[in-house]
């Protein structure tokens, strides 16, 4: 079947303007043309886009553009690169999007439903009765022979008989029009998640004529998935818990796997997430381990489980081979479905598909050459340098090589290896890629695209999402389409011919909604990650504050003159590892320019484990792990963070000292608002309390160290030192709103410490844990103290008993030897140890849940 650009409308030829100056040149030759017919005109499905288009003229396509690369900014859609190390590098999309009618789409549609169908028959049998093996239909080395096939797997029963549950097919034009299948994408489909962000970017941009031009919708397909995932559930239950097995954030397409989970309603998890217990997989969540149902996974196949298939994996489950094979869990899609994406079974799908479906192959593949047959092998090696040379079977890191840019020996040197191991390649014809209009420097320009389809199975077959990701390459002599290789990517607009169903992925109003107060239960990675939150976070906040009035204090300006009032708060960063060591008093005038310069590398320095720059990139990383769990706006403010520090980098100043002062500003503004947010927009459940935890136990240690190293000063009762430690602790309007006189060390250090009103003060942070405790899960069923509320109870008290007209007091012994001094390092002392046992208690699990339905809180921002 020959599918080809058709319209069932006419309308009239769209002018061509200076959008359109640079598609005239003789580039396309050789090319399949999205845009325009051999007689020079825009296909007529192509013709709303271009009349928007040139209705903007280059200025308003220019904004067009620049709005879509804000948009993807603002919303954080991130692609890892490999090659440059690049992760989070933002995903690239051209405005102008990628557009097949309606008719056309037809054709589409049946084909791959076809293929998908053939393919998910063909894994049935390779891991079922292998009958095509027997009868000669299929080659045994192209099963057996290849790493993709999963002996442990063999013989496994799937509860649907479909492996292949999501389906992936890259699509490209030959020259003539002929669609053709380049690559088929059977074990991880990736990049419906960016085709739906792409939508949702050009339906806000282009709103009139997307409507006018009845463009499909997507939310259908996705609603479809839910369901389809749901009914792999090997327990009969209302709700069965469906994860997304992630790699983790290194992955390059990590973006997407916390915007699938979230718009999908999923939980986002690792492989340290889950554990096998009794061959069924559990989620460890606070209350304990929780069945699950469902893995729709982003790892590899041979890394999902360590004890049965690659023994050196970290990403995926140890046993979880044992929990599929006894039916207790459902993968999307099956383990070992990459078999069918080995480039060499294309050359068998056409007799396949005679032989199962009894029908010819409705979409060709592209041409396809197995060097395992000698007479396949000889005609490869007579068109070596006008054909692509592939591995038979997919393997990691190994690129397809183009003979046709191979030296004389570089050919012959390939023709030697593939003799000595024929079965390992295979040979693909070079593919002309059609061309489509993109946006480049202030014009259309003409660049290859190559189209990825998804389908996911239904009760009754297939279902094709009504779109798909275009990628377009980075230039016309590209000879792949990549966007590891500096590619970008198109909304794809499926024309329909009569009215659009607006499909949503709420559900219906008609069905009662059971209410609730409670999601699922957190995991304990996600309670970990947000725990670190806070303590970076406040670590960050904390550090920047102090170094800001050390700065302001050290400045050329004073003088020096506040020698004896700076080695207090040095002395504070020294004990929070800020600074590794600080000069005495009697040296501190004469090592100005290099206590300067320690505390600019406590601002800037990368390599420096407790600098500023460090404490973000913490905050950064873990904010990458939470992407499914945290607002837009808390993302912005996140990824935002550490700009003022980059802007220092690439502006060198010679005035230093003031823009670190400027820096740390900013820094410390920042951070005020990611706390507003997370105040302000997070629910108050299990998240928020464990991101709390973390910020006052953080902000505890702080104001400890800060007021021990005043309290011990000999300038303790200098006010000005008093005004530092106020300016510190954010507490100097509150201390003059309630006193009309100079600092005096009784009223700061009771402010600072003894007051449940001052939210910087030492008794506010332990109010605040302790209303927090009250809703942890251990704390409530608890017949007897667990060991984090013993340490809580025990150091909270101490500081209650604390007597306020102790403050000022001075023994015998020395100020060591005082109330005080024994309290401050007491606290100190005990907040590692109420960490370990949080840690202990919350983010590592041995037991399972006493029942599946335990009612809990989940994370909503």
Request: hydrophobic content about 40%; some cysteine.
């Amino acid at each position: 079947m020959i599918f080809q650009s058709q319209s069932s409308t006419a309308a009239a030829p769209v002018p061509q303007r200076a959008v359109m100056s640079r598609l005239d040149g003789p580039d396309t030759r050789g090319h399949y043309d999205e845009l325009r017919d051999a007689s020079g005109k825009v296909r007529p499905h192509y013709e709303p886009i271009i009349a928007d288009l040139h209705r903007r003229d280059t200025a308003g396509v220019k904004r067009l553009a620049d709005t879509t690369r804000r948009l993807l900014a603002e919303r954080g859609v991130t692609f890892n690169i490999y090659d440059d190390k690049g992760l989070d590098t933002p995903w690239k999309m051209d405005p102008v999007p990628f557009v097949i009618s309606a008719r056309e789409w037809e054709g589409i549609e049946k084909a791959l439903i076809q293929r998908a169908t053939l393919l998910n028959a063909i894994l049935n049998d390779s891991y079922g009765p292998q009958q095509l093996i027997r009868e000669g239909s299929m080659p045994a080395a192209l099963v057996l022979g290849q790493p993709a096939y999963l002996r442990p797997c063999h013989g496994i029963k799937l509860p649907n008989a479909k492996p292949l549950q999501v389906y992936g097919a890259d699509l490209a034009r030959s020259p003539d029009g002929q669609w053709w299948v380049i690559s088929d994408r059977t074990q991880i489909p990736t990049g419906s998640g960016y085709a739906l962000e792409n939508r949702l970017i050009t339906s806000r941009l282009l709103p009139d004529v997307f409507r006018d031009a009845r463009v499909r919708r997507l939310a259908g397909f996705f609603r479809q998935m839910q369901q389809s995932l749901a009914a792999l559930a090997p327990r009969p239950v209302e709700e069965p818990r469906v994860v997304l097995l992630t790699p983790g954030p290194y992955n390059e397409t990590y973006f997407e796997q916390a915007y699938l989970a979230r718009y999908l309603g999923y939980t986002l998890v690792e492989g340290e997430d889950l554990t096998v217990r009794d061959d069924r997989v559990y989620l460890k969540t606070l209350n304990g381990l929780e069945p699950v149902d469902v893995i729709l996974r982003r790892v590899d196949d041979d890394f999902c489980d360590p004890l049965e298939l690659r023994n050196d994996s970290m990403l995926g489950v140890p046993g979880l081979v044992r929990a599929v094979r006894a039916g207790n869990v459902s993968l999307g899609n099956a383990l070992g479905s990459g078999l069918a994406e080995a480039p060499a079974m294309m050359a068998f799908l056409p007799g396949l598909c005679r032989k199962l479906l009894g029908s010819e192959l409705l979409m060709p593949s592209v041409a396809t050459w197995w060097c395992g047959q000698e007479r396949p092998r000889g005609e490869v090696e007579k068109n070596l340098d006008r054909l692509v040379i592939k591995s038979a079977f997919r393997v990691r890191g190994r690129e397809a090589c183009f003979g046709g840019r191979l030296s004389g020996a570089e050919r012959a040197s390939l023709a030697e290896r593939m003799r000595f191991a024929p079965d390992r390649w295979a040979a693909q014809e070079k593919i002309a890629f059609s061309t489509a209009p993109v946006w480049e420097d202030g014009h259309l320009v003409h660049k290859p695209v190559s189209v990825r389809v998804y389908l996911v199975a239904t009760k009754d077959g297939y279902m094709v999402m009504p779109g798909a990701l275009t990628r377009v390459a980075a230039s016309m002599d590209s000879p792949l389409v990549s966007m590891q290789k500096g590619g970008t990517s198109k909304d794809t607009w499926v024309l329909s011919e009569g009215p659009v169903e607006n499909v949503t992925l709420l559900s219906s109003t008609s069905t009662p909604v059971e209410l609730r107060r409670t999601g699922h239960n957190l995991g304990s990675r996600v309670a970990n990650h947000l725990y670190w939150l806070g303590r970076y976070a406040e670590r960050a906040e904390s550090s920047a504050r102090l170094l800001r009035s050390t700065l302001l204090r050290c400045s050329p300006e004073s003088g020096m003159s506040e020698t004896p009032l700076l080695l207090p708060l040095l002395e504070a960063l020294k004990s929070l590892t800020v600074l590794d060591d600080v000069p005495d008093a009697a040296s501190l005038a004469s090592q100005q320019e290099q206590l300067e310069a320690r505390l600019l590398e406590a601002v800037f320095d990368a390599n420096h484990p407790t600098s500023i720059r460090s404490s973000v990139a913490h905050i950064q990383r873990i904010g990458v792990l939470l992407r499914d769990r945290i607002s837009i706006d808390t993302w912005r403010v996140i990824s935002q963070l550490g700009d003022a520090l980059d802007a220092y980098d690439n502006t060198p100043s010679v005035t230093p000292m003031s823009d670190a002062l400027n820096v740390l500003t900013r820094i410390i503004l920042e951070l005020a608002s990611f706390h507003g947010l997370a105040k302000e927009n997070m629910t108050r459940a299990q998240g928020w309390m464990f991101l709390d935890i973390g910020h006052r136990i953080e902000r505890t240690v702080y104001i400890c160290e800060l007021l021990r190293a005043g309290l011990r000063s000999a300038d303790a009762e200098n006010p000005s030192l008093l005004e530092a430690i106020l300016e510190v602790g954010d507490s100097t309007i509150t201390y003059r709103n309630r006193y009309s006189l100079l600092p005096q060390l009784a009223a700061v250090y009771d402010l600072l410490m003894l007051d449940d009103l001052n939210p910087r003060g030492l008794r506010f942070q332990f109010e605040r844990i302790r209303q927090q405790f009250k809703h942890l899960p251990h704390e409530q069923n608890s017949a007897v103290l667990t060991p984090a509320m013993r340490v809580f109870l025990e150091n909270s008290t101490r500081l209650q008993l604390c007597d306020p007209t102790e403050l000022a007091r001075v023994e015998p012994g020395g100020w060591s030897q005082t109330q005080v001094a024994k309290l401050l390092t007491q606290l100190i002392e005990a907040m590692p140890v109420l960490n370990d046992a949080l840690t202990a208690g919350y983010f590592a699990h041995s037991t399972i849940s006493s029942s599946d339905d335990v009612p809990a809180d989940t994370l909503s921002t």
